[in-house]
Protein backbone atom coordinates (compact mmCIF):
# COMPACT_ATOMS: atom_id res chain seq x y z
CA UNK A 1 0.00 0.00 0.00
CA UNK A 2 1.07 3.10 -0.81
CA UNK A 3 1.89 5.74 1.69
CA UNK A 4 2.93 9.64 1.33
CA UNK A 5 3.93 11.36 4.32
CA UNK A 6 4.25 15.50 5.14
CA UNK A 7 6.41 16.99 7.13
CA UNK A 8 5.99 19.08 9.41
CA UNK A 9 2.17 18.97 9.38
CA UNK A 10 1.87 22.50 11.00
CA UNK A 11 4.26 25.31 10.10
CA UNK A 12 4.45 28.26 11.46
CA UNK A 13 6.34 31.51 9.48
CA UNK A 14 7.51 34.62 9.59
CA UNK A 15 6.95 36.72 6.54
CA UNK A 16 10.29 37.28 4.50
CA UNK A 17 11.54 34.06 5.84
CA UNK A 18 12.11 30.56 3.96
CA UNK A 19 11.38 27.30 4.67
CA UNK A 20 10.53 24.04 2.73
CA UNK A 21 8.01 21.21 2.95
CA UNK A 22 8.96 17.63 2.62
CA UNK A 23 6.61 14.75 1.62
CA UNK A 24 8.16 11.38 1.34
CA UNK A 25 6.50 8.51 -0.81
CA UNK A 26 6.80 4.86 0.04
CA UNK A 27 6.61 3.22 -3.90
CA UNK A 28 8.12 3.91 -7.05
CA UNK A 29 6.35 7.01 -9.19
CA UNK A 30 7.74 8.80 -11.62
CA UNK A 31 4.88 11.97 -10.88
CA UNK A 32 3.94 14.14 -8.09
CA UNK A 33 1.40 16.76 -7.01
CA UNK A 34 1.28 19.69 -5.05
CA UNK A 35 -2.03 21.19 -4.23
CA UNK A 36 -3.31 24.29 -2.45
CA UNK A 37 -6.18 24.03 -0.08
CA UNK A 38 -7.97 27.33 1.39
CA UNK A 39 -9.88 26.74 4.23
CA UNK A 40 -13.49 25.85 2.97
CA UNK A 41 -12.37 25.43 -0.37
CA UNK A 42 -11.52 22.56 -2.92
CA UNK A 43 -8.28 21.79 -4.49
CA UNK A 44 -6.15 24.12 -6.58
CA UNK A 45 -3.26 22.69 -8.71
CA UNK A 46 0.02 24.24 -7.98
CA UNK A 47 2.86 21.60 -9.60
CA UNK A 48 3.15 18.45 -11.89
CA UNK A 49 6.30 16.54 -11.14
CA UNK A 50 6.75 14.33 -14.32
CA UNK A 51 9.82 12.60 -13.68
CA UNK A 52 13.26 12.33 -11.95
CA UNK A 53 15.02 15.68 -11.11
CA UNK A 54 12.25 17.72 -12.08
CA UNK A 55 12.30 21.48 -10.82
CA UNK A 56 9.51 23.54 -11.22
CA UNK A 57 8.96 27.37 -9.80
CA UNK A 58 5.97 29.87 -9.87
CA UNK A 59 6.55 32.82 -7.27
CA UNK A 60 7.68 32.10 -4.11
CA UNK A 61 6.71 28.58 -4.45
CA UNK A 62 9.68 26.11 -6.02
CA UNK A 63 9.14 22.11 -6.24
CA UNK A 64 11.58 19.94 -6.83
CA UNK A 65 11.13 15.52 -7.17
CA UNK A 66 13.68 12.87 -6.94
CA UNK A 67 12.47 9.93 -7.21
CA UNK A 68 15.27 7.61 -6.55
CA UNK A 69 14.82 8.76 -2.63
CA UNK A 70 10.91 8.86 -3.33
CA UNK A 71 11.30 12.48 -2.14
CA UNK A 72 9.66 16.16 -2.74
CA UNK A 73 10.15 19.29 -1.82
CA UNK A 74 8.31 22.22 -1.87
CA UNK A 75 10.37 25.49 -0.89
CA UNK A 76 9.35 28.67 0.02
CA UNK A 77 11.22 31.68 -0.67
CA UNK A 78 10.12 35.00 1.86
CA UNK A 79 7.17 34.00 2.61
CA UNK A 80 4.12 36.57 2.56
CA UNK A 81 0.66 36.27 4.14
CA UNK A 82 -1.10 35.29 1.10
CA UNK A 83 0.85 32.11 1.27
CA UNK A 84 -0.86 30.65 4.38
CA UNK A 85 -2.99 27.99 3.59
CA UNK A 86 -2.90 24.00 3.55
CA UNK A 87 -0.29 22.23 1.30
CA UNK A 88 -0.87 18.63 -0.09
CA UNK A 89 1.39 16.58 -1.93
CA UNK A 90 -0.25 13.67 -3.74
CA UNK A 91 1.24 10.68 -5.36
CA UNK A 92 0.11 8.61 -8.91
CA UNK A 93 1.70 5.13 -8.23
CA UNK A 94 3.35 4.24 -11.75
CA UNK A 95 0.84 2.19 -13.54
CA UNK A 96 -0.73 1.67 -17.58
CA UNK A 97 -1.70 4.53 -19.35
CA UNK A 98 -5.78 4.02 -17.93
CA UNK A 99 -4.60 3.63 -14.41
CA UNK A 100 -3.33 7.12 -13.81
CA UNK A 101 -5.45 9.53 -11.96
CA UNK A 102 -5.86 7.65 -8.56
CA UNK A 103 -3.61 9.90 -6.19
CA UNK A 104 -3.10 9.07 -3.05
CA UNK A 105 -2.53 12.22 -0.54
CA UNK A 106 -0.32 13.40 2.48
CA UNK A 107 -2.01 14.81 5.33
CA UNK A 108 -0.98 18.13 4.62
CA UNK A 109 0.64 20.95 5.92
CA UNK A 110 -1.09 23.92 7.45
CA UNK A 111 1.21 26.72 6.95
CA UNK A 112 0.92 30.44 8.83
CA UNK A 113 2.42 33.04 7.59
CA UNK A 114 2.72 35.76 10.19
CA UNK A 115 3.56 39.84 9.81
CA UNK B 1 -13.55 26.10 -22.16
CA UNK B 2 -15.89 24.98 -18.34
CA UNK B 3 -14.58 23.92 -15.72
CA UNK B 4 -15.20 20.98 -13.40
CA UNK B 5 -18.47 21.18 -12.14
CA UNK B 6 -20.44 20.21 -8.66
CA UNK B 7 -24.19 19.98 -7.23
CA UNK B 8 -24.80 19.99 -4.69
CA UNK B 9 -22.83 22.72 -2.59
CA UNK B 10 -23.86 21.44 0.64
CA UNK B 11 -26.46 18.91 1.54
CA UNK B 12 -27.51 17.52 5.04
CA UNK B 13 -28.52 13.85 5.57
CA UNK B 14 -29.77 11.80 8.39
CA UNK B 15 -27.94 8.67 9.30
CA UNK B 16 -29.15 5.35 7.33
CA UNK B 17 -30.76 8.12 4.09
CA UNK B 18 -29.07 7.67 0.50
CA UNK B 19 -27.31 10.63 -1.18
CA UNK B 20 -26.46 11.24 -4.88
CA UNK B 21 -23.91 13.56 -5.70
CA UNK B 22 -23.48 14.85 -9.49
CA UNK B 23 -20.00 15.96 -11.27
CA UNK B 24 -19.49 17.65 -14.89
CA UNK B 25 -16.43 17.12 -16.18
CA UNK B 26 -14.43 19.68 -18.07
CA UNK B 27 -15.29 19.48 -21.36
CA UNK B 28 -13.60 16.74 -23.63
CA UNK B 29 -12.61 15.09 -20.24
CA UNK B 30 -13.21 11.29 -20.20
CA UNK B 31 -11.66 9.97 -17.04
CA UNK B 32 -13.55 11.10 -13.39
CA UNK B 33 -12.13 10.49 -10.01
CA UNK B 34 -13.72 10.71 -6.80
CA UNK B 35 -12.15 11.81 -3.54
CA UNK B 36 -13.74 11.97 0.16
CA UNK B 37 -12.05 14.68 2.41
CA UNK B 38 -12.86 14.24 5.83
CA UNK B 39 -12.28 17.23 8.10
CA UNK B 40 -8.52 17.80 8.49
CA UNK B 41 -7.61 15.04 6.12
CA UNK B 42 -6.03 14.62 2.41
CA UNK B 43 -8.33 13.63 0.12
CA UNK B 44 -8.83 9.46 -0.23
CA UNK B 45 -9.55 8.03 -3.56
CA UNK B 46 -13.12 6.27 -3.74
CA UNK B 47 -13.01 5.08 -7.30
CA UNK B 48 -12.28 5.87 -10.95
CA UNK B 49 -14.07 5.89 -14.11
CA UNK B 50 -12.59 5.88 -17.48
CA UNK B 51 -15.53 5.64 -20.61
CA UNK B 52 -18.67 4.95 -18.17
CA UNK B 53 -16.64 1.82 -16.82
CA UNK B 54 -15.33 1.65 -13.55
CA UNK B 55 -11.54 1.36 -13.86
CA UNK B 56 -10.04 1.19 -10.14
CA UNK B 57 -11.64 1.75 -6.33
CA UNK B 58 -9.82 2.75 -3.30
CA UNK B 59 -10.99 1.19 0.00
CA UNK B 60 -14.46 2.26 0.35
CA UNK B 61 -17.64 -0.53 0.42
CA UNK B 62 -19.79 -1.29 -1.85
CA UNK B 63 -22.48 1.59 -0.35
CA UNK B 64 -20.37 3.74 -2.41
CA UNK B 65 -20.82 3.59 -6.05
CA UNK B 66 -20.77 5.40 -9.01
CA UNK B 67 -21.97 5.89 -12.67
CA UNK B 68 -20.48 7.38 -15.54
CA UNK B 69 -22.83 8.95 -18.45
CA UNK B 70 -21.94 9.00 -22.45
CA UNK B 71 -21.75 13.32 -21.96
CA UNK B 72 -18.49 11.93 -19.23
CA UNK B 73 -20.88 13.25 -16.05
CA UNK B 74 -20.63 11.71 -13.25
CA UNK B 75 -23.00 10.63 -9.96
CA UNK B 76 -21.39 9.47 -6.35
CA UNK B 77 -24.50 7.43 -5.18
CA UNK B 78 -24.14 6.72 -1.27
CA UNK B 79 -26.20 4.11 0.55
CA UNK B 80 -26.86 3.45 4.02
CA UNK B 81 -25.27 7.10 5.42
CA UNK B 82 -23.35 6.99 8.31
CA UNK B 83 -21.88 9.82 10.64
CA UNK B 84 -18.45 9.02 9.10
CA UNK B 85 -19.72 9.71 5.65
CA UNK B 86 -19.60 13.35 6.85
CA UNK B 87 -17.06 15.16 4.52
CA UNK B 88 -16.18 17.21 1.43
CA UNK B 89 -16.81 14.82 -1.80
CA UNK B 90 -14.27 16.15 -4.77
CA UNK B 91 -14.61 14.93 -8.07
CA UNK B 92 -11.51 15.03 -10.64
CA UNK B 93 -11.86 14.93 -14.34
CA UNK B 94 -9.26 15.00 -16.98
CA UNK B 95 -8.04 13.13 -20.46
CA UNK B 96 -6.77 9.94 -18.93
CA UNK B 97 -3.76 8.75 -20.37
CA UNK B 98 -0.14 8.95 -18.97
CA UNK B 99 0.36 12.24 -19.40
CA UNK B 100 -2.31 14.81 -18.26
CA UNK B 101 -3.26 16.47 -15.00
CA UNK B 102 -6.47 16.39 -12.93
CA UNK B 103 -8.51 19.48 -12.44
CA UNK B 104 -10.90 19.29 -9.39
CA UNK B 105 -14.28 20.45 -8.74
CA UNK B 106 -15.58 22.90 -6.21
CA UNK B 107 -16.13 20.18 -3.96
CA UNK B 108 -19.95 18.93 -2.71
CA UNK B 109 -19.51 19.38 1.63
CA UNK B 110 -22.14 16.21 2.64
CA UNK B 111 -23.27 16.46 6.66
CA UNK B 112 -24.88 13.32 7.92
CA UNK B 113 -26.58 14.21 11.40
Sequence with gaps: ELKVEQNPLFLSMQEGKNYT?????????DRLYWYRQDPGKSLESLFVLLSNGAVK???????????????????????????????FCAVDPAGGGTSY????FGQGTILTVHP | ETGVTQSPT?????????????????????TVSWYQQALGQG??????YYREEENGRGNFPPRFSG???PNYSSELNVNALELDDSALYLCASSLGGARYEQYFGPGTRLTVT
Design chain 1, 21 to 29: IYCNYSTTS
Design chain 2, 67 to 69: LQF
Design chain 2, 10 to 30: HLIKTRGQQVTLRCSSQSGHN
Design chain 1, 57 to 87: QEGRLMASLDTKARLSTLHITAAVHDLSATY
Design chain 2, 43 to 48: PQFIFQ
Design chain 1, 101 to 104: GKLT
